[in-house]
């Protein structure tokens, strides 16, 4: 019995080991709240370097402690959720001030922890900063809207089509003029559509 009882908490420490070496090098900011209090009672090291505080200051502190109130109500209230519903609320957006980085933007998952009766015991946290994607994603949307623009004023016809059936995927505003036949009308179709077969076949060769 000894034996087994020794074997079984050697097994115990090293998943536990396992599982801190898991949560301290994984690259998202990952952190754990008693559910009594919703205070912090871990943070790993991503979490650490994001937000810009260590976890002795962290830990034993709640969000009103660290973060401006709008910022620490909209958080409490979205941990109050997740405590009451029992399931994982998904945050796809939220602003956080950090201490060095400034605003940033997060995407947040929240779940909780149930004892064995079923009630909230700790709330844990999984945190993704992905400001610099939304940034790439609101350039590339800024740069496609000025190509749009571009390609609708110039003054000559411009049009796409797709590789495989060289059907139209795009007709600008002089190619409507020039032609009289409007973007919807050419969008899905190909040149025998609207020009004789002839003229078709020509363009298509």
Not at 59 to 83: Q, V, W
Not at 102 to 120: Q, S
Not at 157 to 179: C, H, M, Q
Request: charged share 35%; net charge negative.
């Amino acid at each position: 019995a000894e034996e087994a009882m020794e074997k079984h908490a050697k097994q115990l420490e090293e998943t536990t080991t396992f599982l801190n070496s898991v949560i301290e090098n994984i690259p998202i900011m990952v952190f754990v709240k008693d559910a009594k209090d919703l205070k912090w009672i871990r943070w790993n090291k991503a979490g650490e370097e994001t937000i810009g505080f260590s976890r002795e200051e962290l830990t034993g502190k709640s969000d009103s402690d660290i973060f401006p109130k709008e910022e620490a109500d909209f958080f409490n209230r979205i941990d109050r959720e997740a405590l009451q519903s029992g399931e994982l609320i998904d945050t796809p957006e939220e602003m956080v001030h950090t201490r060095h980085k400034g605003l940033r933007i997060f995407h947040t998952l929240k779940v909780p922890i149930l004892d064995a009766e079923g009630k909230p015991q700790y709330l844990v946290g999984m945190s993704e900063d992905i400001t610099e994607r939304k940034r790439a994603e609101i350039d590339a949307s800024r740069t496609q809207a000025f190509l749009d623009s571009v390609v609708e004023n110039i003054p000559i016809t411009v049009f796409i089509k797709r590789p495989d059936d060289l059907s139209f995927i795009r007709w600008n505003k002089a190619g409507e003029e020039s032609v009289g036949i409007k973007n919807e009308e050419m969008i899905g179709k190909t040149d025998y559509d609207f020009f004789p077969k002839e003229e078709a076949e020509f363009f298509i060769a």
